[in-house]
């Protein structure tokens, strides 16, 4: 079983930055997880926002890159979403979800976790 808990989020002005975590639990190995962030504003779809694989390498959706950055602390089984230069088009609820399967079990939709999301406001 794995659970995922999210950061509080926050409200920040425009221009400003906020960090947002997520906490994996799980008997499972975590550095073999691979984390997802995504996003959902008011009336739209959920966004990918950006990936941090097993091995660190990270990939970014094209609005987000070089103002967010995702990185993994292994030892804490935590994961971090640092946003900068924020705008208020980045306002939504983010989620992280983890693609943790058990050992011998293929990646894919059955070993998906999600987080509760959480609330980023960003002020013009």
């Known amino acids: 079983h794995v659970q995922l808990v999210e950061s509080v989020g926050g409200f920040v002005q425009d221009g400003g930055s906020l960090r947002l975590s997520c906490t994996v639990a799980?008997?499972?190995?975590?550095?073999?997880?691979?984390i997802q962030w995504l996003r959902q504003s008011p009336g739209k779809q959920r966004e990918w926002v950006g990936t941090?694989?097993?091995?660190?390498?990270?990939k970014y959706k094209d609005s987000v890159k070089g103002r967010f950055t995702i990185s993994k602390d292994n030892a804490k089984n935590m994961v971090y979403l640092q946003m900068d230069s924020l705008r208020p088009e980045d306002t939504a609820v983010y989620y992280c979800?983890?693609?943790?399967?058990?050992?011998?079990?293929?990646?894919?939709?059955?070993?998906?976790?999600w987080g509760q999301g959480t609330q980023v406001t960003v002020s013009s």
């Open positions: 799980s008997r499972r190995t975590f550095s073999r997880s691979v």
């Open positions: 979800s983890a693609d943790l399967p058990p050992m011998g079990r293929p990646y894919g939709k059955e070993y998906i976790y």
């Open positions: 941090i694989n097993t091995t660190g390498i990270t």
